[in-house]
């Protein structure tokens, strides 16, 4: 990709500041200048097509919102089973909103659930999923976030190889990562494998001057930890093509 081409910029739907109706908001993400919008599942199918071809937007990507709160690692397999249903309707959502990925975040570790644990189940449910994956052609993305699992590349890279599926690769947050890493080495050893890219900030001295890590997401876009110049070169060495989507508040910079 030649360093002049700009990449696409998107939003994810829960950042969205302005108050109103699907149509409402989707006209003032156009209005912002940005080319997509990354849809949350469920929603109202029927209404979010309609604003997304009445206001010429598009949407590269589905965020599912229960696998928090009912994740694939849950020790309950009931729990694990809702979880499951969640990440398949969120594929059928992405199908029909013509995106090409959906965002999973793949379980969580906790006092009832151990690293291997976690890892062993959600591998389980994912596969499960691939069929319907594979026949709608909607790959699942798995990000990195503050879940005290995969927290290091080379974890990242274990994870996808096990599974071993050209349907499943990753959800890239150059913000979330700073807690854990260097996003140049993440983005370097995933490579091909990352699908789609969370833009966000963060800021390490922040964080340590008020003594609470969440507190380090509170700055502007290009005021953090996170080199832009150097994270956007290592995407175009990698080979990404597709969207930018932000997830806090304010434009995205032309990056």
């Known amino acids: 990709q030649p360093a002049s081409r700009k990449f696409k910029k998107g939003i994810m739907w ?37 604003a997304r071809d009445a206001v010429g937007l598009e949407i590269p990507s589905v965020c599912g919102e229960k696998h928090w709160g009912k994740p694939l690692s849950h020790p309950d397999p009931k729990v694990r089973a809702e979880g499951l249903d969640a990440l398949k309707q969120c594929l059928r959502d992405a199908k029909a909103y013509g995106a090409g990925s959906v965002l999973l975040v793949p379980g969580v570790v906790n006092q009832d659930v151990r690293f291997d644990e976690c890892w062993k189940r959600s591998l389980e449910q994912i596969r499960r999923a691939l069929p319907l994956a594979e026949e709608l052609g909607v790959k699942i993305s798995i990000e990195n976030v503050w879940n005290d699992f995969i927290t290091k ?7 996808l190889q096990e599974i071993n599926s050209p349907w499943v690769g990753w959800h890239f947050d150059c913000g979330n990562v700073i807690r854990y890493g260097d996003p140049l080495a993440w983005i370097r050893k995933l490579g091909k494998r990352i699908n789609r ?27 953090g930890a996170n080199n832009w110049p150097g994270i956007m070169q290592a995407f175009r060495q990698a080979g990404y093509d597709h969207y ?5 508040d304010g434009d995205l910079p032309d990056l």
């Open 197 to 223: 890219v969370h833009v966000k900030e963060y800021s390490r001295d922040l964080a340590l001057r008020k003594g609470d890590v969440w507190k380090g997401f509170g700055v502007p876009l290009l005021a």
């Open 153 to 159: 590349q080379d974890e990242a890279l274990r994870y």
């Open 244 to 248: 930018l989507i932000t997830e806090q």
């Open 14 to 50: 829960g950042t969205i500041g302005v108050k109103g109706s699907v149509l409402e908001k989707m006209k003032a993400v156009k209005a912002a200048g940005f080319d997509g919008v990354e849809a949350m599942s469920p929603m109202n199918v029927a209404e979010v097509v309609q």
